[in-house]
């Protein structure tokens, strides 16, 4: 598997298109996360609204944390890995994660909530603490992990990946909802934003670059 990995990014390498792609894609994943993270900074000590959800009424919040995690980042893990078999999908899984951060920030400034009362926070050592030991609850509107790995079953190539991912989409979702952490309803809109993201970015380069002339 390796050596075709390798063959992969050698013919894709060749293409000064594909070069630029790849450079701007990291270095935008890299410049999103530190924007979002200060953004979450902000939002933590904005007042909010407490809304009320008939589905967390129906039962009381139970601390999964470490199986959230798990699931999540073996899946992220697991991404990457299939995804550095196809070099294009990687592009565009990594420009629509970037977007889908953009469209978190706008929709999180526009619904200024407050997380729910029954919530036990999710310690995610990835972007709970964003260096000032504050613990983040209100990265709410719209669910980023739900959005995160449903954007990942929308890139990948390999029917078996897509299934694995569409199972892992689901897990997370019910996952942060048993925790509280999420509104249902963030949870419920997250699939629907991660598609938008994965479509625009690839519409985009269908019209404007020739990088996706190939793939399917």
């Known amino acids: ?28 994943v890299i410049i999103g996360l530190v924007i979002f993270t200060r953004f979450l900074s902000f939002i933590e000590d904005r007042p909010g609204i407490i809304i009320p959800d008939p589905i967390l009424s129906w039962f009381n919040p139970i601390d999964i944390s470490w199986f959230t995690f798990i699931v999540m980042y073996s899946t992220v893990i697991i991404a990457i890995i299939s995804l550095l078999q196809s070099p294009k999908a990687l592009i565009l899984g990594l420009q629509s994660y970037v977007l889908m951060l953009l469209i978190r920030i ?17 310690i995610d050592p990835m972007v709970s603490e964003v260096g000032v030991g504050k613990l983040m609850t209100k990265d709410l509107f719209f669910s980023g992990h739900t959005a995160t790995i ?16 569409l199972v892992a989409t689901i897990i997370i979702a019910i996952a942060v909802l048993v925790q509280h952490v999420h509104y249902s309803v963030d949870v419920i ?28």
């Open 1 to 28: 598997m390796f050596k075709k990995i390798v063959d992969i990014w050698k013919l894709e390498l060749k293409d000064k298109t594909f070069i630029y792609q790849i450079i701007f894609s990291f270095l935008s």
């Open 106 to 122: 706008v929709a999180m400034y526009s619904i200024p909530l407050e997380a729910p009362a029954t919530i036990l926070p999710l």
């Open 189 to 216: 809109a997250a699939p629907f934003f991660g598609y938008c993201s994965y479509r625009i970015m690839y519409l985009f380069h269908k019209k404007y670059n020739n990088l996706f002339k190939d793939y399917n």
């Open 150 to 165: 449903y954007i990942m079953y929308l890139v990948s190539q390999k029917k078996y990946f897509r299934y694995f991912f």
